[in-house]
């Protein structure tokens, strides 16, 4: 089973950058539709943003600040995180589905998982 690994997490002050990697453990994520999804303490995961293909779509909650991009030739996918803010501390997952599934926003749609990797922005 394809597993995924997420880097790039760490500790930021509110209103600095960071970049999330994915990477498939075997293979690429070049033909697939991969996304990002974030968990809080006590709270529900939730989608961050995905893409597919050339596609994006994002949560309004992170419009305008994160950015997802694809590099298929070394098949990774990237989260760029601008103006970060404390809300948006969690840990971060990446998962790939089929680029057929109607819609990148549900976590069930997803046959591969990352671990997850911490981001944490203090105020």
């Known amino acids: 089973q394809e597993q995924l690994v997420e880097s790039g997490g760490g500790l930021v002050q509110a209103g600095d950058s960071l970049r999330l990697s994915c990477a498939a453990s075997?293979?690429?994520?070049?033909?697939?539709?991969v996304a990002w999804f974030r968990q809080a303490p006590g709270k529900e995961r939730e989608f961050v943003g995905g893409?597919?293909?050339?596609?994006?779509d994002y949560a309004d909650s992170v419009k305008g600040r994160f950015t997802i991009s694809r590099d298929n030739f070394k098949g990774m996918v990237y989260l760029q995180m601008n103006s970060l803010k404390p809300d948006d501390t969690a840990v971060y997952y990446c998962?790939?589905?089929?680029?057929?599934?109607?819609?990148?926003?549900?976590?069930?749609?997803?046959?591969?998982w990352g671990q997850g990797t911490q981001v944490t922005v203090s105020s």
């Open positions: 998962a790939a589905a089929h680029v057929w599934v109607p819609s990148l926003r549900r976590a069930n749609e997803y046959f591969a």
């Open positions: 075997e293979g690429s994520l070049a033909t697939s539709a």
């Open positions: 893409i597919r293909n050339t596609a994006t």
